[in-house]
């Protein structure tokens, strides 16, 4: 990926495939069912073209049925759009049925982006049922005869069938990444991943960029409500410093961590349910943070992750 200066960011970032992908998209994560057709069309009118799903989320069928809405009454046009969805854990051996799965639900005839939502293959529970399986013991029963490799090899084919333009992996580490870079034949394009100004992640990021892999921040805000609700962590928007800092540039809190993320050359995938929201999010374009203020936040880094699925796993899987 080509450097930028500092203080500059794109609204377009050019995958290593040649693929063209939104620097600021719309996570549809925890969105309630009866709302995401109107988001999505909101979305749409805001100026949104980038739009993160997941077979997990469990709401693939809903945000189908707004999609071809959309499509049907001229709003957008599918080729103006980049959809992103995810593999999820207990499908690691299904890869093609469940890309398919999730094809058939979003009404889609392909995907610009799938991604390995985890690093673990845990045990099947039906295509597209995404349950967590956890053994007698409480913990997750993970599958341990999948390996990462052949579930990339998986991910591979869904690219040679058409199915998929690009592909990637989601909550890798460094060494992680590393190993798929040398088994893969279609290297990922992409690497999801939890960062914001409390969890920065900077040798991953920089390890990603320095060898063609985009970076996008889930959780760019660091949870905000959502993780807050459900795994009891701090935001990073209420920092005296990101405040202070925001005030200084006219903007919100949550529109200076965006901004932040892009400077870094990350696509960010912020999620709101607030149809006032939407624009707001998107409204970090118009302004560049100095040098000088990106230290400041690169100071507030306190290797704090937000999103902590071992509350429902029985186990850290980061371990």
């Known amino acids: 990926m080509p450097a930028r200066e500092q203080g500059t960011a794109a609204k377009v970032l050019k995958l290593s495939n040649g693929h063209d992908m939104p620097a600021v998209g719309l996570g549809v994560w925890r969105m309630d069912a009866p709302a995401i057709r109107g988001l999505i069309h909101s979305a749409i ?89 956890l053994g007698d013991d409480g913990v997750l029963d993970i599958n341990t005869t999948i390996s990462l490799e052949t579930t990339w090899h998986g991910m591979e084919d869904l690219v040679s069938m058409g199915l998929v333009r690009s592909i990637g992996i989601s909550n890798y580490n460094i060494l992680l990444t590393r190993d798929c870079l040398a088994y893969a034949k279609i290297k990922p394009s992409v690497n999801q ?35 807050t609700e459900l795994f009891g962590s701090v935001s990073c928007l209420d920092d005296p410093v990101i405040k202070s800092l925001a005030e200084k540039y006219g903007k919100t809190p949550a529109q200076l961590v965006l901004r932040w993320g892009l400077q870094r050359n990350t696509v960010v995938i912020p999620k709101t349910s607030k149809v006032e929201r939407l624009q707001e999010n998107l409204a970090v374009v118009d302004f560049d943070i100095s040098s000088e203020d990106m230290e400041k936040i690169k100071a507030l880094d306190r290797n704090y992750r937000t999103n902590q699925p071992a509350k429902f796993w029985g186990i850290d899987i980061y371990a």
């Open 45 to 133: 009118r805001a100026g949104y073209r980038h739009f993160d799903c997941a077979a997990k989320y469990q709401n693939e069928a809903e945000v189908g049925d707004a999609l071809a809405e959309a499509f049907e009454i001229g709003l957008i046009k599918r080729e103006d759009l980049f959809i992103t969805t995810k593999l999820w854990n207990s499908d690691h051996g299904h890869v093609v049925e469940a890309c398919k799965d999730s094809l058939k639900k979003l009404q889609l005839d392909y995907l610009d982006l799938y991604l390995i939502h985890f690093p673990v293959a845990t045990k099947h529970t039906g295509i597209g049922k995404t349950a967590s399986a």
């Open 193 to 227: 991943i939890e960062t914001h100004p409390y969890f920065q992640r900077d040798s991953l990021v920089k390890f990603c960029q320095k060898h063609g892999i985009c970076v996008t921040a889930h959780t760019p805000l660091g949870g905000s409500t959502a993780n």
